[in-house]
């Protein structure tokens, strides 16, 4: 069998799409969505812009409530743009080991800034659960997701109530702007992105899931309720759940046996938590082809899941760890033919990924001057670590940027989520 072939009639090799054909079903999905149509990218205001300029030397209280850590501290920028941290502390997530109510989660907050009452104004909340932001930059809880549980806190103003626990304790004229990690990424490459004149800005997070965030600049921005201004409003795209394009028969599978079948289609084929099972129900389906040793192929046919990281390693020869993979009933003929699957699955998301970066470049209407790129700020370990990904987007993007004369450069900011909540903490208001 033509292994390579194979994986292209199944839609999992790059080979199998067209990248301007994607991009302009990219670019409707988000028009859509803007315009308030049915659309598989939600396409929702974050209410923060990147007009302002990061203040040195002012300090704002940064709250990041992730999905294991809930982080507290105080944060600065000095004269070069460098965030500096003091007051840090670190705890789990309140309500992830067992149920409370509002009335302790908000203590577990107030009993860390209450210490630092006089130092801030402004307080930056990273909320890293889905939340329905609001023109006043508050945003509203729809569910938990993470195994956190707070039921009370469903439907209730994050950041209101918020300031409502900061009076009892005789705390007032705080002011506090809520945001998702994805646009808390996009902001966290304010600082570094002034530095170098750039015309816009992105946020791109590639790990366990996938997100986008980028700055809407046309006529559109007037349609949406509360916008800044031209030029200054944040969109988060929720590119995960775009689904206007091909997917083949393994892939569909795949969705049928997931938690939310038919939600989050392009999340469940480029981020981190598929890759492994995408690449095992497709080693499965060749084994079925008797593609693999009798022994390597029995193997496959009965296992129950493939971590990505296990596959990755293999792949990229790191001697690092490889699981069941390391098994004696595969050859080193089996081990090739896996490495040729998952190379397949990574180019394929890697051309998602660089027409999903390219896609808000071109919508944002920024970056055709070379002095004056667009920044795109990346984060997430699936994007860093796998196998060669970074690389490939990168080529992807070098090409399709130079078909259309637009510039960007790509950085990496360590703590996004605390560092772009800072920067919204401080230009905001």
């Known amino acids: 069998m033509d292994i390579r072939a194979w994986l292209k009639g199944q839609k999992i090799s790059a080979e199998a799409y067209d990248a301007d054909t994607l991009l302009a079903h990219f670019l409707d999905e988000m028009e859509k969505g803007l315009n308030g149509e049915a659309s598989s990218l939600a396409m929702i205001p974050a209410y923060v812009g990147t007009a302002g300029q990061v203040p040195a030397g002012k ?5 990041d409530a992730g999905g294991t850590n809930l982080r507290i501290c105080i944060a600065r920028f000095n004269e070069q743009g460098k965030i500096e941290l003091s007051n840090f502390t670190k705890q789990a997530m309140p309500g992830r080991d067992h149920e409370i109510s509002i009335v302790e989660f908000y203590g577990v907050l107030v009993d860390a800034l209450e210490p630092l009452r006089d130092e801030f104004e402004n307080i930056g909340f990273c909320f ?4 329905a932001i609001m023109p006043d930059f508050d945003g509203r809880l729809l569910h938990w997701t993470k195994e956190i549980k707070i039921p009370e806190l469903v439907g209730k103003h994050i950041g209101a109530g918020l300031i409502d626990a900061l009076g009892e304790r005789g705390i007032f004229e705080k002011r506090v702007v809520v945001l998702n990690d994805t646009v ?29 965030a980028y700055v809407e600049q046309n006529e559109n921005i007037g349609k ?3 916008y800044l201004g031209a030029g200054s409003q944040v969109i988060n795209v929720e590119s995960g759940g775009f689904a206007s394009f091909k997917r083949g028969a393994l892939d569909l599978q795949l969705d049928e046996q997931s938690e939310n079948p038919g939600g989050h289609i392009f999340e469940k084929t480029i981020s981190g938590v598929y890759m492994g099972p995408i690449t095992l129900e497709l080693l499965q389906e060749l084994a079925s082809e008797n593609v ?10 009965i296992m129950k899941d493939l971590s990505t990281i296990h596959i990755d390693n293999l792949a990229a020869d790191n001697g690092r760890d490889t699981g069941v993979l390391e098994s004696e009933a595969f050859t080193d003929g089996d081990r090739e033919i896996m490495k040729t699957v998952f190379t397949a699955v990574v180019d394929r998301a890697a051309l998602l990924t660089a027409v999903n970066l390219l896609a808000s470049v071109v919508k944002s209407g920024a970056g055709q001057d070379p002095e004056h790129p667009v920044c795109i700020n990346i984060d997430g370990s699936t994007y860093y670590k796998t196998y060669q990904l970074a690389d490939k987007v990168q080529a992807h993007l070098k090409t399709m940027l130079s078909e259309r004369g637009l510039h960007i450069r790509c950085i990496q900011i360590e703590d996004a ?9 401080l230009t905001t208001f």
């Open 128 to 131: 890293s659960y889905p939340a």
């Open 184 to 212: 808390a990424c996009l902001l966290a490459g304010l600082a570094q992105g002034q530095a170098f004149c750039a015309s816009s800005y992105v946020g791109f997070i590639l790990g366990t899931g996938t997100n986008t």
């Open 59 to 63: 300090p704002v209280a940064v709250i």
């Open 292 to 301: 693999f040793s009798n022994a390597g192929g029995a193997a496959l046919s």
């Open 417 to 425: 989520p605390v560092v772009g909540a800072a920067i919204a903490g």
């Open 224 to 226: 949406l309720d509360g």
